[in-house]
Every structure is written in C-alpha cells, then in structure tokens.
C-alpha cells in the first residue's frame, strides 16, 4: 500500500526543526489548490532537505570525532571471517550498536594486529552515521590532555569534552602511566559517564588483561572504584592468535652491482 506525500511530512519537519506539520500543509495545499504532482514536489523537498541535513550532521560528527576519515575503519570492511569462536555472534552483533544503547562498555583485549582499534573505529564510525557524537583518544594522549589541563587550571573543561560524547573510545589502555592526579581525573570522567542520561558507552582497546591494568595507575582505591563502573555492565572480546598485519605484503629480491667500465683497447675509436 503506498503511503501519501503527507505521510512523511512531520518526520521530515522534526528533522529540519520547522514548525510546520502535515496537517498545516494539506490545509496549505488545499488552499492553493496544489495538484496531485506540485504536492509530490513539494515533498520531494522536503526530503532533498532532510537527506542533506542529515548528510551534513554526519559530516560534521566525523571531523569532530577524531577517527580518521582518509581511509576510515568501518564494519563494512572489516573482515570477520579471520575472528572465530562459540561467542563470534556478540562480535557480529556489534554494527547493531545496542550495547550504547543498553549502556554496556566494550573492551577488545588482545595482542597488536588481531583488529582491536579497526573494531573499536567501526563502533565509533557507526555511531556518528546513526548520529551519536563520538570521541577517538589514544591512552597517551589521554594522559597528555589531563596533564594539561591541571597546569592550566581547565579540569572541568577538559572532564566535559570527555563526558559528552555519547561513545568515547580509548584506545591502547596500558601504554602509558598515569600519576595521582591523572588517575582521579580518570576515575572523575569514569564516575561522571557511569550516571549518564541517554544512548553511551565507553570502548577500550588494550593488549593487556584489564586486571593488570591497575599497574599503570596511581591511587589503587581510587582506580580500583573506576575499574569497577568500567567492568560493571559490559563486554570483554578477547582475541588471541598471531596478527594479521602484512599479510598481503610482496617481497622483492633484488641485487645491486657495480657495471664493469670497458678496456681501453675496446673503447671505439673516433
């Protein structure tokens, strides 16, 4: 059954944040006598409109999200065939996004080149083109932005930009120490996203067991406190095998030699 131009037309009005409805507009239409074809116009407007929005939004949640654009990590082309296991269905089920919205974090533990970060990008990837602001920080520069911002006295400013993305991905957790002060700030922004309203989560990457965690930290209660909230509704993939990396890589054999310069008794005469 084939819905109305009217059908859609307050969907695409929330999206543009018009104040304007399908009943506005069919009276609208009526009043100027709109023909059957001059309304699917205008609806193909509407929709031109919101498509575009959308489009933009999308855009703009990347360039702010951190993740790189150039050549992105999606689900899409990640392959999963090389991950197995009786749980591999939980790792499938992640381009479903339901784990922010159920307010579980993830962590991919494993050793380097098995698709921790391609996992934790394609999460955060997905989340921006559903329009979920998202936020990519390694560990180190983690440790970098709270050191900073105690100096410069912006804790505050530097906890909100961390809190208000609806997921926060860090990656590499246990490539760096973090001294007193950066442990409280951590455990202040785990305290603070744990009460969240709305869709978030956090994504871990680490190839370190997140019970050794705890050795790059200082302050073990207060750690001890954030590693709870991190753990306490959540999903741990761990992946093992060898990594994946250059597994398409070519080598060429070659041997460079010095070319032998002609006698002169064959040099041609001129």
Known sequence: MTETPFAH???YCNALKL????????????????????????ELVFEYLTRKKTETTINTLLRLSRLPLKDPKTFENFDFTVLKGRDEDKLKGLPSLASIYAHKNLAFIGPAGTGKTHLAQAFGYACCQKGLK??????????????????????????NALIRPSCLIIDEVGHCEFDKGNTRLFFDMIDRRYNKDGAFNIVFTSNKNPSLWRSNFNEDDALLCALDRIFDDAIVFNIKGDSYRGKRLETVSLQAGRVASPRSSELPIT
């Open 134 to 159: 998202t936020y990519f920080i390694k560990m180190t520069e983690l440790r970098d932005k709270f050191t900073a911002a105690r100096r410069g006295g912006n804790e505050a400013s530097a906890l």
């Open 19 to 42: 104040d304007f409805s399908s009943e506005e507009f069919a009276a609208f239409c009526e009043q100027n006598s709109f023909t059957p074809e001059t309304i699917s116009a205008v």
């Open 9 to 11: 037309i307050d969907d």
